[in-house]
């Protein structure tokens, strides 16, 4: 009788983990205008949950397919929970690295996720635009980031 006990609470313990994971995993991650943001996107989180940032007026000038790009890019920093794991991370290596080293992968994440033509035009802006240059600290160059996206999509040419 005791055994059984045990199982069921063993299982229920089990089942209430999978269910808080699913409700975490589903929270909606809202997207708020800000017209007078300095960058064009910021995925991040604020006193309600998930949130992403974004300054219509910039992602206007970019054009709907940087503009498809830039959105999943943003999903992807959520998706792969890019600021949890900065909180985690040990001190091997520098924060700077490791903010370039996610922009990466949340650049790979969008190249696999939106529509050749919107990664194609994202990885020539980067390329074209930003070039071997840096917008700041903590973002890979232009050129970098134009190679992943074209790797992650599969674009040779």
């Not at 991040?44 to 709907?64: C, E, H, S």
């Not at 503009?67 to 959520?78: I, T």
Request: glycine share 4%.
């Amino acid at each position: 009788m005791w055994q059984c006990i045990s199982c069921n609470i063993r299982l229920a313990v089990s089942l209430f983990f999978l269910l808080t994971a699913s409700i975490v995993t589903a929270q909606q991650i809202r997207e708020v205008p800000v017209p007078n943001l300095r960058d064009v996107s910021i995925a991040t989180f604020d006193r309600y949950g998930p949130v992403i940032y974004y300054n219509p007026k910039a992602l206007k000038k970019l054009g709907p397919q940087v503009a498809e790009f830039v959105r999943a890019h943003e999903y992807a920093h959520h998706a792969m929970k890019h600021m949890q794991r900065e909180k985690q991370s040990n001190q091997d290596i520098s924060m700077t690295e490791l903010r370039r080293s996610f922009e990466l992968e949340a650049d790979c994440y969008a190249a696999k996720k939106v529509s050749r033509e919107s990664a194609l035009a994202a990885a020539d802006d980067f390329s074209k635009i930003v070039g071997s240059k840096r917008v700041d600290s903590v973002h890979p160059t232009g050129k970098e980031r134009s190679a992943m996206i074209r790797q992650c999509a599969g674009i040779t040419s």
